[in-house]
């Protein structure tokens, strides 16, 4: 009997009919027992990981409205998706309006561009910005 290893896949041909099993990365062809064949070519040194074993996709934060023109002191309430207990906060110091815990803004009483953030509250560090100007 053969073995092949093949990116990450084992196959092992046992009296001409072929049993594959999933196992984990090598480097390089193995061969076992006796037997012939022509394809035991080494897998490439920068082998994939297996499939189902790619690590998942970074959080994402995001703000609905992203944009968004109010008249003075007119209100707009922010969300985030995916749902989940953020900070609200306006990066301006001065001069832009408020926001409230569930996110209702409320903007100034001037003209003004400002700049809303959600901080995830169990994660500090995932943002997201939304901009309110006020027209």
């Known amino acids: 009997m053969k073995t092949y290893f ?6 092992a041909l046992v009296g001409g009919s072929a049993l594959v099993a999933i196992s984990a990365c090598g480097g390089g062809a193995a061969q076992t027992g006796g037997g012939t064949s022509s394809n035991s070519a080494p897998a490439p040194a920068n082998n994939p990981p297996p499939p189902g074993n790619n690590p998942p996709p970074a959080p994402t934060l995001a703000i ?7 008249a003075t002191s007119a209100t ?7 749902a989940t207990a953020v900070n609200w906060s306006i990066d301006e ?4 309006g408020n926001i409230s815990a569930a996110g209702l803004y409320t903007a100034p009483s001037a003209a003004a561009t400002c700049h809303i953030t959600a901080t995830a509250q169990s994660n500090a560090s995932l943002k997201a910005h ?6």
């Open 6 to 11: 093949v990116r990450c896949i084992r196959a």
């Open 64 to 70: 609905t409205p992203a944009a968004v023109d109010l």
């Open 76 to 82: 707009q309430t922010f969300t985030v998706t995916p």
């Open 93 to 96: 110091t001065s001069s832009c």
């Open 130 to 135: 939304a901009t309110a100007r006020t027209v």
